[in-house]
């Protein structure tokens, strides 16, 4: 692409794909949904719905024993039984009085794996927490981020505090290992100025090559990077563009998606996967949505940081 637009040589940005892969990571290790390396004298971010849920709600215990159950290729009688019976969930008087709820783990990110993210001196965790709401958008409690400094902690939380309903089992990250991939990325389209993207969708119609979902935003998880390409809204208005604490300008600092490979084609597919698809094309769940994590209708969720202080709160974007 540089040779043939030298004018985005200088726009590349790095990222760091994370890969994740379903596996058992410990507090040691850099996850998607995985145990997180906390303090045990340190309490434990809650937050409480502004609103009752609309729908049966569910529980994480029943979370996990539903994907085991789906995970069986033949399943018996009692396990299909037992399959329908957590798919249908609880109405929400059936549940204990809850509070503000614990927020579960997102993602842990060891600078080890993860560089060129914006750790705050003295820092080298980044811990992502949210509270599995239908509505995760904007800048408030429910998602918030922790930079810490491994070394200093001495003894780790066993038993974090779980929430006692969950409202949307798509937000639940199923524990997944990740492998870090650095990449160059181009910026997207609607970041170009009119005359260069001209140029750039011409080129990409005379050589069948979709810059947008092939060439410029990587797929997938990742850290860092541009932000998505806009989707079925128009692109962040400079008013959400910016901090909710202090109100200063952000960046783009992790990308959440469903998916492993572009929406457009199968260009950021690995080739690891790509294999493991033909060794088994119906297993569960599809080696392209390892976390088993939706955003909204198949989009992705981006995470802006503060550049004043990256330990206010993100701000969420759906792309």
Known sequence: MSAQFPELAGMTRTAVRLHPVPGKPTVHDSSV???LLWPADEPWPRFEP??????PVTTLADIRKL????????????????VERLMDGYDLEDMPSSGPMPLIPVAQLYARDV??????EGTDVLQVLWLPLPDIEGCWPAVQLRWRAAAEVREVLA????????ELDEHVPQPCVLQPERIRE???LHLLVKELQQRVMAWS?????????????AAGWKAGGWPAEFSFRDPASPGELCCGECGGPVEALLTISGGECGAGSGSWAAVELQALVEADP?????????TQVQIGRGYVLQFYYCLADPRHLPRTIMQ
């Open 33 to 35: 949904g995985g145990p």
């Open 50 to 55: 502004p609103h009752a849920p609309f729908m």
């Open 67 to 82: 994907r085991a159950l789906l995970a069986v290729p033949k399943r018996t009688v009692p396990e299909q039984y037992a």
């Open 115 to 120: 560089p060129g993210l914006p750790f705050p």
């Open 159 to 166: 038993e974090p505090p779980e929430p006692a309903y969950v």
């Open 186 to 188: 181009f910026p997207p």
């Open 205 to 217: 119609e005379r050589t069948s090559l979709e810059y947008q979902w092939e060439l410029s935003v």
């Open 282 to 290: 119906n297993a569960y769940p599809g080696v392209y949505e390892p």
